[in-house]
Structures are given as structure tokens and as C-alpha cells.
């Protein structure tokens, strides 16, 4: 029953088969280790810090960057250090800094074009978007997902999404048409039934799945996100706590399985009799932000099942696990599910944001979901550049190697600091450990940065890793070792 897995599997269908390049190929020019000439943030770092508080809220910047200097793995900031980056701008960047390929997709004047004519595209795209969307986004859609509406951002992407589920459920409630009645037209105005009717999605414990407002009700990861902000009534279940090591914990861990599968439908039916049904449920396939919380196979195959019994859309959040970074294009492919889920949801590295959905779940209607620019044709143009460089150096078999590498190093790391470090976990590169405790991790984190290593927290405790698909063994074993010598020099 139990069957998450503590290493790499192995390589998405859909680039296989091709020979791995020399290490040298992926990153041309790449510097070679990183380098700290002052404090980071250093003095420039500082100033440009002040500068931009004068008229901005500025808490969140950790430093100011060079973009013309970093390259591939590497992160160069305003003070010249050069940083090994295991963050890559909270895992959107594919193919790292300054990549040839994507530098050289904007040099024609036709893809110039594109960027200074940015089109409304739902009312007046190009005529070679069809074929752009076709090679690109649709090349790597889930199994079976035929359709595809393009977006801006994860959370808009995620918002967006609800709405679909929402129109299917009315939609199927009214025997499959859309033909509203006057009542319905008119109360929808005012925001009251039977036009605007109550309706709930679940979401999960720990879930990340964005800051706008029908999204922030379904996000519970930290307080600072949703405090002050009106929230929807909507079920929150429990997302499975395991105990780690997995293979030390099968038992406990199948029975949290259940117990957390047996809350969903209690939590559904519970709405159902409350006049509030639930709609959709939203998971993500590893919660990030919540701190890299996994659950089996099992536990994603049943909740799809119990999606199917409700008539509830089953929506996937893979805004920061689709593209690569856990061995397969998308991690939902890990869990074997009976069939794809409804929607599938992306940003970051894809570079663009939007969703994938069942044809079932489209509007019938014009303009029910749409907004001016639905997307940007430029992020398509560098999205084709990027899938062809996954192709081309096979890179999501070097996620898998690197992965190994990893996965291997900080299991070693916490035999050898047992009282520092513990539950590694993770697929491919999409890997997290945990610290004793809340100030160790900010502690590490903030060490690692001063040995030129960026690195970024998850949950309470959780030290995430987001390289990019170029990410090595060789950057791995780098890494491994400024990690050491971090926790060497813990008191």
C-alpha cells in the first residue's frame, strides 16, 4: 500500500533514449566554484537596500544581483560574489543564468516582435500561436490532457482553475448545458443564490497555492500570507505526516494514509450537509512551501478515487514541482494514477503560468474565463528554447543523477550530525532535509550563504533544494561539502 520511495526514479517518457552529454556541454563558460569577496549582502547590496525601502516594502530581498555575470549555476550579486545557487529563484529557472539557447531564441527581429507586440490573446493571437502552443506546452502535457488555457502567474493560474471546476460542477447539476435562467443572471449581480451559489474547494494542511484571494483560502502554510484577509468557508484536511526514515515506518505510515483519506470524506460529506458541497479538491503532489511534505502514491490514487465519487474536480498544483526538477517532467507521473487528473496546474519553470484540463472541464461560453493578455507569447518563445534543451542534453536523466548524488550526501551528512540534520527527502533534485530546529535552520541557511552556497527554507524546520536541470553531480558533491563544513563548525 505504502510506497513513497526515499530515491530518484527514473527519466519522464518524454526524452529518453538520448546519449548525456559531457558535463562541460550544459553550462559553457561556467564558473567553477564559488567565490565570497564580503559579507552577504555586502556594502552595495546594503546601499541599494536602503535606496529601494525609501519608497517600497523591502524585508524580503536578501541581496541585489548581477544578471550580467551569473551563469549557469551560479548567482553573482552587486559585491561580486559568486554563488552556487540551489534556490534558483524559488525553482524557476530550468536551465540556470544567461543559458546560450534562451539568449539565443530573442535574437531574431520576428521574436523582437513578439515582444513589443504583446497581444490580447484571447481576441487577437498571432497566427502562429496555435502551432507555438502545439510545441511547445502541449508536447509535454499530461497523459491524456487534451486541452489548455494559458495564464500569467501559479496563483492566477490556481484561481482560474477553481472557476472551471466550479462552472462543471453547475454545469453538470443543470444535465450538462449552461442555459441560465433569469433568476440566476440577475442574483449573480448582487452576489446571492441561486446565481452565485455556495460552493467549496479542499485543500490541505501545509498547502501552498498562492496570495490572491480565492487562492489564499486554500493556501495554509504560513499565517503572514493570509492574516487580515477574508477567507471562504471551505474544508482544510490534514496532509500526511510520515516518519522518517520511510522504510523504518511502513506501518505508522499506511495508517496515516487512512487516517487522512478517511478525513477527506468526512470533510466532504460534512460540507454536503452543511449547503456548501465541495466542488474540486487542490493537492500538491509535494507541498513546498508547507516543507517539502510528501505523501505515498497510494494516498494521491485514493484521493483521486474519492474526487471521482464526489464529482469533485481533482486539481494538481504543479507550479513548483512541473518542469523537471523531480526526474519527470511532471511529479504527478510518479504516483501511477488510474487516469490524469482534471486540471494540472504550472508556472515557474515552465515560465509561464496556466493549466492543462480534461476537455469536460472548458467553458462552453465565451469570456467565462479570460483577461486581457491570458499569458505571454515571449515566455512561449523561451519555453520552446528550454524544452529543447532538455531534449537535446537529456537533462531530466541528469536531474536523476545529480538527485543520487544529493539524496546520497545528506544521507551521510546525517549519520555523521545525527543531532543537526535529519529526514531527507525528496525526488530527483526537489530535495529537502530538516534541522533540529527553527533557529539551526535559519542558521544554516544563512552560514551556507556566507560559504557562497544560496539555499532557501521550507516549513518550519525544512532547508529546500531547487537547482536548475543543469545542476550536476559535480555541483552536488560542491555542495555537499560547504554543507559539511557548515555543520562541522556548529556549536
Not at 245 to 259: C, G, M, S, Y
Not at 267 to 291: C, D, R
Not at 298 to 325: H, M, R, S, W
Request: hydrophobic share 35%.
Amino acid at each position: 500500500m505504502y510506497r513513497l520511495q526515499e530515491v530518484a526514479r527514473p527519466a519522464a517518457k518524454y526524452f529518453v533514449n538520448v546519449p548525456l552529454k559531457l558535463a562541460s556541454t550544459l553550462c559553457p563558460g561556467e564558473y567553477s566554484a564559488p567565490v565570497v569577496s564580503t559579507p552577504v549582502p555586502g556594502p552595495k547590496s546594503k546601499k541599494l537596500l536602503a535606496e529601494l525601502s525609501t519608497f517600497q516594502q523591502s524585508g524580503s530581498v536578501q541581496l541585489f544581483a548581477d544578471y550580467n555575470k551569473s551563469l549557469g549555476n551560479y548567482l553573482v550579486d552587486v559585491d561580486g560574489n559568486v554563488l552556487l545557487d540551489v534556490y534558483t529563484q524559488i525553482s524557476s529557472m530550468p536551465l540556470g543564468y544567461n543559458h546560450p539557447e534562451m539568449l539565443k531564441a530573442l535574437d531574431s527581429d520576428e521574436n523582437k516582435r513578439a515582444v513589443v507586440n504583446r497581444p490580447a490573446l484571447g481576441v487577437f493571437p498571432a497566427a502562429d500561436w496555435p502551432a507555438k502552443l502545439r510545441n511547445t506546452l502541449m508536447s509535454v502535457a499530461p497523459k491524456d490532457m487534451g486541452a489548455l488555457t494559458t495564464m500569467m502567474c501559479g496563483s492566477c493560474s490556481n484561481e482560474n482553475a477553481y472557476k472551471n471546476m466550479f462552472m462543471k460542477y453547475q454545469r453538470d447539476k443543470r444535465g450538462g448545458t449552461s442555459d441560465f435562467t433569469e433568476q440566476e443572471k440577475e442574483s449573480c449581480m448582487i452576489n446571492m443564490a441561486p446565481g452565485t451559489p455556495k460552493l467549496s474547494i479542499l485543500s490541505f494542511m501545509g498547502s501552498f497555492h498562492g496570495r490572491t484571494l480565492g487562492a489564499l483560502s486554500t493556501t495554509h502554510s504560513k499565517y503572514v500570507h493570509k492574516i487580515d484577509v477574508p477567507g471562504f468557508d471551505w474544508p482544510i484536511a490534514r496532509f500526511p505526516v510520515y516518519k522518517y526514515p520511510l522504510h523504518e515506518n511502513l506501518k505508522e505510515n499506511d495508517q496515516e494514509d487512512q487516517r487522512c483519506l478517511a478525513e477527506v470524506k468526512e470533510l466532504i460529506e460534512k460540507w454536503e450537509k452543511k449547503g456548501n458541497p465541495v466542488a474540486g479538491i487542490i493537492i500538491e503532489p509535494i507541498q513546498a512551501e508547507g516543507g517539502d511534505n510528501h505523501a505515498s502514491p497510494y494516498f494521491f490514487q485514493q484521493l483521486q478515487k474519492i474526487a471521482k465519487k464526489y464529482n469533485a474536480g481533482y486539481l494538481i498544483d504543479e507550479v513548483q514541482t512541473g518542469g523537471g526538477p523531480t526526474g519527470k517532467m511532471w511529479c504527478h507521473e510518479h504516483f501511477d494514477l488510474e487516469t490524469s487528473p482534471d486540471i494540472v496546474t504550472f508556472s515557474k519553470k515552465m515560465q509561464t503560468g496556466g493549466y492543462y484540463l480534461k476537455s469536460e472541464f472548458l467553458p462552453d461560453i465565451p469570456y467565462r474565463v479570460f483577461n486581457t493578455w491570458m499569458g505571454d507569447p515571449t515566455k512561449i518563445l523561451l519555453l520552446d528554447a528550454i524544452l529543447a534543451v532538455i531534449k537535446r542534453d537529456n537533462l531530466l536523466s541528469v536531474v536523476e543523477k545529480s538527485g543520487e548524488v544529493l539524496m546520497s550526501g545528506l544521507r551521510d551528512l546525517e549519520s555523521e550530525f545525527p543531532a543537526l540534520i535529519n529526514s531527507t527527502r525528496g525526488r530527483g533534485t526537489f530535495i529537502t532535509f530538516d534541522a533540529a530546529d527553527a533557529k539551526l535552520r535559519d542558521d544554516i541557511v544563512r552560514r551556507l550563504l556566507q560559504k557562497g552556497v544560496q539555499s532557501g527554507g521550507c516549513g518550519v524546520v525544512g532547508v529546500r533544494l531547487r537547482p536548475a536541470l543543469i545542476f550536476q553531480p559535480q555541483h552536488g558533491h560542491a555542495f555537499i561539502d560547504k554543507l559539511r563544513q557548515v555543520l562541522a563548525e556548529t556549536k
